[in-house]
């Protein structure tokens, strides 16, 4: 493609999707590149408590999102679905080269966000799908009234094992400490779920099965001791999900973009270490990642892009 955009969004998530809202308005020329669906981990969130204003009856990540999704659209922020293989971003034109098409741009926005990390368990790779999920809105329907088992202790692990319960006869976390690290007022409702039970100072250390997942071997860090586990015998099979961080998507900027420990480091206005390069949202160095920050990136992002265009 010859046309050179004023800016290149890559990602749709809600960083992303506010830059493409905030430029747009701007009357700047956009392009919004996304690989998959649009709202990136949100978009697998059931449930949207702390966005300021979605208070909706039955708010979820998907509904915000197709609503930013709109909004964008609505301000004439053009769309491509495209995986971006390498980037020059030094030069005063940005490209971008996908797998269908290469892409120029005066200006580039990352918003490539995060993606969960694996449990860290032998035979991980062999179940992803066939028992081992990350992703309860998409998989918990699998389980209903079967057992399912959650790696974590954070916001992420609690949340999504409560939600786990409305369909799974009992859910079990799994956590390798013997305290959650998830805020009080979520820990508290999980205490009182009487589906929720606890296995503490405990890992994963092994899945197996047959075809699916019906054993894990989970390992006491405290005193060492190894315990199996299997599905009940009229089931034959049960879900492990792991919900216990993310791992930045920023493997393209390596060697390009100054990072720490895989996060993109900017300063408070977004700006990359390279001229006409921000970076918004969960891929950035940062301490708080959620949806009202990568929001407040991606409005700053796109406000310092126009700027930097008008120079
Ligand atoms: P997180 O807060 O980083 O928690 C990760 C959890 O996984 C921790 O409990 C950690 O244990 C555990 N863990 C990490 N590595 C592990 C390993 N290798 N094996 C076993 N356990 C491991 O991640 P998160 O829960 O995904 O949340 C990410 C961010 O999103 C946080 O800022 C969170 O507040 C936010 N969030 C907010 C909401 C909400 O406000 N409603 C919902 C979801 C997420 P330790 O505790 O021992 O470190």
Redesign the pocket.
Known sequence: MDKIYDLIILGAGPAGLTAGIYAGRSRLDVLLIEKGSDGGQIAI?D????YPGAMVEGESGPSLIARMTQQAEKFGVQRARDTIKSVELTGEVKKLVGSKDTYQARTVIIATGAF??P??CENEGKFVGKGISFCATCDAAFFEDFEVFV??????????AMYLTKFARKVTI????D?????RS?QEKAFANPKIHFLWDS??QRADGEELLNTIVVKNVKTGELTEIKADEDDGLFGLFG????NPNSALFEGVVDMDRGYIITDPDMRTNIPGVFAAGDIRVKS???VVTATADGAIAATMAERYLEQ
């Open positions: 969130t449930e949207i408590e702390n969960p990390k449990i860290g790696v974590g202790g954070g916001d992420s692990a609690v949340e999504e799994i956590h390798r400490r305290q959650l690290r998830a805020a979520i890992v994963v919900f216990i961080g993310y708080l990642r959620q």
